[in-house]
């Protein structure tokens, strides 16, 4: 069970908006910032969004962040076949002193 | 172009002790947390430990406390994560990842996998 909670599926065709939920808590969401990580199949994480809603150089910007109180969110517009990745929120908790993610969300492009 | 680099796959025995390693290049090693996460086979991301190689400040997940030990030579870039005794449950991907203000990871080794098995 993860600190982290988020959908474990999520599902699109090309050219659609999907948003991916990630639930917190207050010594986590609630008092850090969350970052965004995207793994494909076979590969390293990638981080995608960070400090809730800031995208690092190279990061197209049909990839944006929100967050509110104990939620954070991960938008992808114009979702194309190569957006097919697992995605996992992460922040830092102040009671559990360590990095917690979420468990994964596998996006699939139908 | 920054860089982390790691030790190749390893198959041990339950027992056994481990150490791979994480080599960093492209920027100044000792200004930047290296952090250690494991992905066992199928599932999520965990994080393992930190460590700020500049004066080897170093803090571990209460998960992995007493069962890895995370360190680093900045004389040659390199951090480490090791075990002294293997358990089949230690069989895993481990990524080593460059850590920023935010704990935030923004470069990624291409992962050690670690095999356990009798």
């Known amino acids: 069970q993860s600190v982290l909670t988020q959908p474990p599926s999520a599902s699109g065709t090309p050219g659609q908006r999907v948003t991916i939920s990630c639930s917190g808590s207050s010594s986590n969401i609630g008092s850090n910032t969350v970052n965004w990580y995207q793994q494909l199949p076979g590969t390293a994480p990638k981080l995608l969004i960070y400090s809730n809603n800031q995208r690092p150089s190279g990061v197209p910007d049909r990839f944006s962040g929100s967050k509110s109180g104990t939620s954070a969110s991960l938008a992808i517009s114009g979702l194309q076949s190569e957006d097919e990745a697992d995605y996992y929120c992460a922040a830092w908790d102040d009671s559990l002193n360590v990095v917690v993610f979420g468990g994964g969300t596998k996006l699939t492009v139908l | 172009e920054v860089q982390l680099v790691q030790s190749g796959a390893e198959v041990k025995k339950p027992g056994e002790s481990l150490k791979i390693s994480c080599k960093g290049s492209?920027?100044?090693?000792?200004?930047?947390?290296i952090g250690w996460v494991r992905q066992m086979p199928g599932k999520g991301l965990e994080w393992m430990g930190i460590?700020?190689?500049?004066?080897?400040?170093?803090r571990y997940s209460p998960s992995f406390q007493g069962q890895v030990t995370i360190s680093a030579d900045k004389s040659i870039s390199t951090a480490y994560l090791q075990w002294s005794s293997l358990k089949a449950s230690d069989t895993a991907m481990y990524y080593c990842?460059?850590?920023?203000?935010?704990?935030?990871?923004?470069?990624w080794g291409q992962g050690t996998l670690v095999t356990v098995s009798s």
């Open positions: 460590i700020y190689p500049g004066d080897s400040d170093t």
């Open positions: 492209g920027y100044s090693f000792t200004s930047y947390w």
């Open positions: 990842a460059r850590s920023g203000s935010g704990y935030d990871f923004g470069r």
